[in-house]
């Protein structure tokens, strides 16, 4: 073992002999561990074996922390936080640690000895932890690094999938998915627990056939859930909580051969099949496409946290009643909704409650958070799906049913039309249970992530729900953490910052008001404009060597980077560029600056109307890079392979920022809020959170177009996309290029499931009527570009404006409202 030497210990006073020769003369943790762990002399050392060396030369400074932090929240006895999730999109580690730790000299001095490599370079060896799809995975990473911030003693739960978010390959303009083994080689970060290991038990057996997991009804099993705890480092490094992933696999040797029978090679199929339950992360965000192995997954998840968290609770309290002041539990989205009935389970057949305890209990431990207002995305389960997992479950889940619709009934007498749209149960061909329902009825508290979203599903989605328990909606606005999307990634403007109101906006991004009085200051500007000037070029220089493509870092960057979802209207985004090609090919004299619109998101692998539109971008980039009359005016890229190192490369050289999502159905968004706060100005509708950073910064400092919210709803009657095709030359030149096949002469009548959406089923997220006004709104960026001081001034605004969209103000509402949390510091 390497000797771990404390964070105070100078780098210097390790005097542990290392490699022979003069290497010994410049001994250091990170030699040693090169040395020790990696066993290869610091001169012949790999990029990745450096990296791993700092990684486990920071961790030696983290590991105190985290005892301390573990001790102190033991002997404190605290309420304690578990932020439940099927997805944690975490990014790197190495350098948010270094941040947080605020280790950059520690860091710079561990590497001291060796000037041919520097932190920032070793940083680019550590893969994405991609454990997530999209806003929801990435805000929980977010969330679990400002509850560090803030002290509040919590945990993270989740999966330890060996296969994140497939990465994204683009062929002939065409998505290939190809899997992401994040985990080939050892991670420095995780720490395995094979002594707090729990056992959850299935009631069927499962087999693989055809390399597809499927439950063999009869035959109970069990499934033996590992821990594997990653640090999560408060800024300053003073609290460091825990993130524990779960892992699956049969039960361990011993109980195995038993179970087995003796079957050696059966036991070792059946440990295949075990560990198949976590084995990948379900990539569709758009489909609840209702697979069985999403299903155990999610039971997995909620039996292995419920039963570790139950457990910490028994050691340190002794009486049940005390759970609600002791234990808040956040369900992130319904994905872990089947925790309502696990912890009745706990309490009735563990604990022996009575129902009425139990579930007065249950209620004032959960809460719940809705992500989503598309029908398509709500989970709904097959009955049988729990009748072959969980039987037990569905049992409670009758009981609580039951109860809950007497007690509709007795509110709501004769009104037999609510008591189904409310049931728990849905029934049809197969029996559903309404997880969304479920989880509403299980909880205290119901919160959407924006304030029109939060209104929205009060009034739309679940209205009967807000009516009857009026008390436990509520709004909590999403919110992103300054130290990865300011901090990490982008340290000019961080620098600039510090120089301009000193560094207390890292932990109070409210702080980023002084900027206001400094927007028409010229020496700021010209500062400010410098910052951004430097990471446009860092992003072309990054893409030019990782890509061989030239971007111009002196035109104007247009950014839309996301999942790529029809309702989030990337398809908006591209007919408009065609409006422009169009228009550029008409007149090359049109007066507007040169734009850069760059794309990037994956697709889920079944939507085919998302991957046709992925094409469709890469097509019109094709054409317009061709074209002599565009070529140096407009230019598209399309990025593969977006994750959250490549938002944290791209965002702080963007100039605008692309939120232009049907209104009424993004329910935050949250790259928005990293946008503001790196400077670039919103293009948008007035939807999810974009609606209050238009508040914040003041709607003469965004470029707000199209359709409301309400105006969407009200039109959905009578709305004609044909009117806009037969009334708009602009509108029918661009859709006659694209169906015409001009973007696409070798493969012709390809898109013709997008003009079939658009023209023939009605367009549902209604492009076609934004259309003109999103036109107009980038008119209105061309002329604003044009002026250099009233766009910086502008955008100097925004980030000023943005300290509400931290994610310290957002879980310090949680803290207050929700769980009645407090720090806990020594
Ligand atoms: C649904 C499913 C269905 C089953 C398979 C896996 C899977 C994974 C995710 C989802 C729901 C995704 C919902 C989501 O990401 N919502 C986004 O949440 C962000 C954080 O609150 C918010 O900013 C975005 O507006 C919202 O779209």
């Not at 970060?189 to 693989?208: H, M």
Request: with cysteine; charged share 25%; aromatic share 8%.
């Amino acid at each position: 073992m390497a000797p771990r030497t404390s964070k105070s210990a100078p780098a210097s006073t390790n005097r542990t002999p290392t490699t022979a020769g003069t290497a010994a003369e410049h001994a250091s943790p990170y030699r040693d561990h090169l040395a020790l762990d990696q066993v290869v002399p610091a001169e012949a050392a790999t990029p990745r074996e450096r990296f791993e060396a700092l990684a486990r030369t920071l961790r030696d400074a983290i590991a105190p922390n985290w005892l301390k932090t573990r001790a102190l929240q033991d002997s404190a006895n605290p309420k304690r936080v578990y932020y439940l999730s099927m997805e944690f999109l975490i990014g790197r580690t190495l350098v948010n640690n270094i941040i947080n730790m605020r280790a950059e000299s520690l860091a710079q001095e561990a590497l001291a000895p060796a000037p041919e490599t520097t932190w920032r370079e070793l940083i680019e060896q550590e893969p994405d932890a991609g454990l997530g799809n999209g806003g929801l995975g990435r805000l929980a990473a977010c969330y679990i690094d400002s509850l560090a911030t803030l002290h509040i003693p919590a945990m993270g739960y989740g999966l330890r999938y060996d296969y994140g978010i497939f990465r994204q390959g683009i062929e002939n303009g065409q998505q290939v998915e190809h899997p992401d083994p994040w985990l080939a080689h050892s991670d420095p970060w995780e720490v395995v627990r094979c002594g707090e290991s729990v056992s959850v038990p299935i009631a069927c057996s499962f087999e693989l056939e055809h390399g597809v997991l499927r439950a063999v009804s009869g035959g109970s099993s069990r499934l033996m859930g590992t821990p594997y705890d990653r640090p999560v480092v408060g800024y300053g490094g003073e609290t460091v909580n825990t993130l524990r992933l779960w892992k699956a696999s049969a039960p361990d040797e011993f109980d195995f051969r038993e179970f087995s029978g003796g079957d050696f090679v059966g036991a070792v199929v059946d440990q295949i099949v075990a560990e198949s339950v976590t084995r990948v992360l379900y990539p569709d965000d758009s489909t609840n496409a209702g697979q069985a192995l999403r299903f155990v997954q999610e039971y997995f998840l909620v039996c292995c946290s419920l039963g570790d968290i139950v457990a910490r609770f028994r050691k340190q309290n002794k009486d049940w009643q005390q759970l609600p002041e002791k234990v808040a539990i956040q369900l992130n989205d319904t994905h872990p909704a089947i925790a309502v009935a696990e912890l009745m389970r706990l309490l009735l057949d563990e604990a022996h409650l009575s129902w009425e305890t139990a579930w007065d209990l249950t209620v004032r431990t959960l809460a719940y958070t809705n992500h989503t207002l598309l029908p398509e995305a709500l989970e709904k389960w097959p009955v049988r799906f729990f009748e072959r997992v969980c039987p037990r479950h569905l049992e409670l889940i009758y009981e609580i049913n039951r109860r809950f619709l007497d007690d509709v009934r007795a509110r709501y007498p004769g009104d037999e039309g609510r008591i189904e749209r409310m049931s728990l149960v849905e029934e049809g061909h197969g029996r559903l249970i309404r997880m969304a329902h479920l989880a509403i009825v299980g909880s205290h508290s119901v919160n959407g992530v924006a304030r029109i979203h939060s209104e929205l599903l009060r009034t739309r989605v679940v209205s009967d729900f807000a009516e009857m328990y009026p008390d436990r909606f509520n709004n909590k606005t999403n919110g992103v953490t300054p130290r990865r999307w300011i901090q990490q990634a982008n340290p000019e403007l961080a620098r600039l910052l510090n120089a301009t109101i000193g560094d207390t906006w890292l932990t109070d991004l409210s702080q980023l008001q002084g900027l206001a009085a400094r927007a028409d200051d010229p020496k700021f500007q010209e500062e400010f404009r410098a910052a951004k000037r430097g990471a446009k070029e860092r992003f072309a220089e990054w893409v030019r060597t990782t890509t061989g493509q030239e971007v111009d870092p002196t035109t104007l960057f247009d950014c839309q980077i996301k999942r790529i979802h029809e309702y989030k209207r990337q398809l908006l985004n591209v007919l408009h560029i065609v409006v422009l090609y169009s228009q550029l090919r008409d007149n090359p004299d049109l007066a507007m600056p040169r734009r850069t619109f760059f794309f990037a998101g994956k697709a889920a692998p079944a939507y085919r109307l998302a991957k046709l539109i992925i094409k469709l971008i890469n097509d019109v980039a094709r054409a317009v890079d061709a074209d002599p009359r565009t070529r140096d005016r407009i230019r598209v890229v399309f990025l593969p392979n977006y994750n959250v190192t490549l938002a944290e490369r791209l965002i702080p050289a963007a100039d605008v920022s692309e939120q232009i999502s049907t209104a009424g159905y993004e329910a935050s968004g949250t790259g928005n809020m990293k946008f503001m706060m790196n400077g670039a100005l919103t293009i948008g509708t007035r939807d999810g959170a974009t609606i209050e950073m238009a508040e914040q910064a003041g709607e003469e400092n965004l470029f707000l177009f199209g359709l409301t919210a309400q105006q969407v709803a009200e039109s959905r009657g009578w709305y004609d996309p044909r009117w806009h095709y037969e009334n708009e030359p602009e509108t029918r030149r661009a859709l006659d290029l694209v169906f015409g096949n001009h973007f696409s002469p070798a493969e012709p009548g390809i898109y013709e499931p997008i003009r079939e959406a658009l023209l023939t089923h009605g367009d549902y997220f209604m492009h076609l009527a934004d259309l003109t006004a999103y036109a107009e709104a980038h008119r209105r960026i061309g002329e604003v570009y044009a002026d250099p001081r009233e766009w910086t001034r502008r955008a100097i605004l925004n980030v000023a404006r943005s300290g509400l969209f931290s994610s310290d103000r957002a879980i310090a509402e949680y803290a207050a409202d929700i769980w009645s949390a407090e720090p806990c510091l020594a």
